[in-house]
């Protein structure tokens, strides 16, 4: 019968070394509140104060960009050669305000054309060419028929260039609304009508 073989004992187990002993517990370290700016697009010119948007606060409206007027491409005349007598275009900075200069217009215009002043008193506001047609200028019938007074709604403005401004309005009579447009352009200081239209 074949002897079996013999078991040697287990090794006994390390014991723990002294540098894992002696070491200290890890110490907790404090949390810091870090915060992150939201992203956003980069700013088209950083010089630039960026306006912030207030809800039901009106932002006033920036200037209308320069246009091509005035012509400043004229060369220029020695200080003892006579200037030009013509017409002076005037910057919208040097020229009142075109909503009440367009309400005086439409009123004065649709109450010479209702027979209730002269037409002469337009001469100041329009430029020559419109005057000679408004003066021979067949009247819309609706201003010269009946006794209805005429109502007049809100001007509305728009400033396409530096000198230049759109007007519309709408009028109404016996119940009936017609439109009513004009060009005021900034000369020799004050608002001209350079052309009219009457519905």
Known sequence: MAASPRLSPAPPAPAPSAALTAAPAPAHRRLHLVAVPTPGPPLEDARVPVRLL???????????P??????????VRPAGEATDFGPAWTRRAELP??????QRLVTLTLEAFAGRRPIGQLQ???SPALFLALSGRRR??????GTAPLLLGSVRVCEPVDGVAEISAVARRGGR????AARLEGIDGRWRCT???IG
């Open 97 to 102: 305000d075109p909503q009440a200069a367009g």
């Open 54 to 64: 207030v809800p039901g606060r009106r932002t006033p409206r920036p200037a209308p």
């Open 124 to 126: 100041s506001l329009v």
């Open 140 to 145: 819309p019938r609706w201003c010269t028929e």
């Open 66 to 75: 320069p246009g091509p007027r005035p012509r400043l491409d004229q060369p």
């Open 177 to 180: 609304a017609h439109a009513v």
């Open 195 to 197: 052309a009219l239209q």
